[in-house]
C-alpha cells in the first residue's frame, strides 16, 4: 500500500476517534456540547434529551467508537506491515466494517435519523475506497 494509502487510512481512523470522542462527550453536561451539536445537524424526529440513560447509552457508544477507531489504526499498521499475506486481515477489516455498515444504517433509517446513513455511506467509501485502489484485497 503506498504512503498516499497508508495516511488516508491513518487520517480516516483519526477522524473516526474524534467522532467517538464526541458521542463520550454526551456523558458528562459539561463536555456534551459537541454531541447536542451533532444531533441538531442529524435533524431527528425529535429533540435530544441527555437524561441518565441517554448520556449512558451514547457515552458508552463513544467509547466503544474511540476503541473500534485505535483497534483499526493498529490493525491497519499491521496489515501494511504483513504486504502481501495481509490480504486476510485487509478482507476481516472490510467485513466488520459491512456488518457496522448494514446495521447502524439500517438503526438510523428505522428511528429516524436517516442522515446519519448518509455519514455511514461516507465513512464506508473513506475506508473503501483506499482498500480498493491500492489492491490489498485481492486474493494472492
Do not use: C
Amino acid at each position: 500500500m503506498s504512503r498516499f494509502w497508508r495516511n488516508w487510512l491513518t487520517v480516516w481512523g483519526w477522524a473516526v476517534a474524534l467522532f467517538g470522542l464526541v458521542l463520550a462527550g454526551a456523558g458528562f453536561e459539561v463536555t456534551s456540547g459537541p454531541t447536542r451539536l451533532l444531533f441538531d445537524v442529524l435533524n431527528g424526529p425529535e429533540d435530544l434529551v441527555l437524561n441518565a440513560q441517554m448520556r449512558f447509552a451514547l457515552g458508552l457508544m463513544g467509547a466503544v467508537t474511540l476503541g473500534w477507531a485505535l483497534t483499526l489504526l493498529v490493525t491497519f499498521d499491521a496489515a501494511h506491515k504483513l504486504g502481501a499475506a495481509g490480504g486476510p486481515t485487509w478482507r476481516g477489516v472490510l467485513a466488520s466494517a459491512v456488518v457496522w455498515y448494514v446495521i447502524d444504517s439500517g438503526i438510523s433509517v428505522a428511528t429516524g435519523f436517516g442522515l446519519n446513513a448518509v455519514s455511514n455511506t461516507l465513512l464506508m467509501t473513506g475506508l473503501l475506497t483506499p482498500l480498493m485502489a491500492s489492491g490489498v484485497l485481492r486474493r494472492a
